[in-house]
């Protein structure tokens, strides 16, 4: 990777705009007053250097940046860093799967005739030639917002053994979390059974600063609900809201949530790999 010359050449023409898919992208995926949030894409079927030159460029993609990853990600979501074989999971059986809407990836770069995306499901959006490779680009318009409030609650007290086997019970996950936790909010939860927080409706999330590591999120709602943030989920991130430390939950078996009671609420989540120096 670091010393995979191609990579070298890859980025440098990408750099001066020569390469046609990724100026499509930078395009794409420029966050705007409505998506503050970087777009989430994946590589699949692509030489391996692809996934690396991807990151490096700014583009937040399914693979991340080798070796950094999380075993507890690769279970759940499988993808490895070369992108030419697709990996699956019990929890990520494939494209249709609900947990690869709530991973909010929008676009799948690919090379024409990958498995599992030439399909209605998916428009095609972008397609150009690189280097001898038929590159296409696969809208995913079930994508899930990278930042926005549920509440309904489902209790998994195994999320371990789910990993290992898949879902067994049935979960809407634009509507629903899956929660490690017995209570949330003072209300118990069932397990693998949906909860409700509470009946009204009206919810607003807007995502006012991201950096890579610090989201700050405006939150209004008359309900008590469940702001989710799907990004993974770790011990060095930190959770505020109105400037107190609250607990980080782990959410949908691999991201990132917090409980908010009724009212405006200002969110705070940073990544503070010294906090436990006292820094």
């Not at 995502?207 to 469940?226: A, G, H, K, M, Q």
Request: with cysteine; glycine share 8%.
């Amino acid at each position: 990777n670091a010393t995979n010359w191609q990579g070298f050449k890859l980025l440098e023409r990408a750099e001066k705009g020569e390469i046609p898919v990724v100026e499509w992208l930078r395009t794409a995926t420029k966050p705007d007053e409505k998506n503050a949030m970087p777009i989430r894409l994946e590589a699949v079927g692509l030489p391996q250097n692809w996934a690396n030159v991807l990151g490096v460029l700014g583009f937040e993609s399914t693979q991340g940046y080798n070796p950094l990853r999380l075993d507890r990600y690769q279970r759940v979501i499988g993808m490895d860093e070369s992108g030419t074989v697709r990996q699956w999971t019990p929890l990520l059986p494939g494209y249709h799967a609900p947990m690869f809407n709530l991973l909010g990836v929008r676009y799948i770069v690919a090379t024409k005739g990958s498995p599992g995306i030439n399909n209605p499901r998916f428009p095609l959006r972008h397609s150009s030639q690189t280097d001898g490779l038929s590159i296409e680009v696969r809208e995913n318009p079930r994508a899930l917002p990278r930042v926005f409030s549920v509440t309904e609650a489902v209790l998994d007290p195994e999320t371990d053994k789910t990993i290992a086997s898949g879902l067994q019970y049935e979960v809407d996950f634009s509507k629903q979390v899956v929660l490690e936790n017995s209570t949330v909010g003072g209300v118990s939860l069932r397990p693998r059974v949906s909860t409700s927080l509470c009946t009204e409706s009206g919810v607003s999330d807007r995502l006012v600063v991201y950096t890579p590591n610090r989201l700050v999120i405006d939150s209004e709602s008359p309900c008590p609900r469940i702001l989710l943030v799907n990004n993974v989920w770790h011990p060095d991130w930190q959770v505020f809201v109105n400037g107190t430390e609250r607990e980080l939950l782990r959410t949908n078996f691999l991201f990132q949530g917090v409980f908010l009671e009724p009212g405006r609420h200002s969110v705070e989540v940073k990544f503070n790999p010294l906090r436990f120096l006292g820094l």
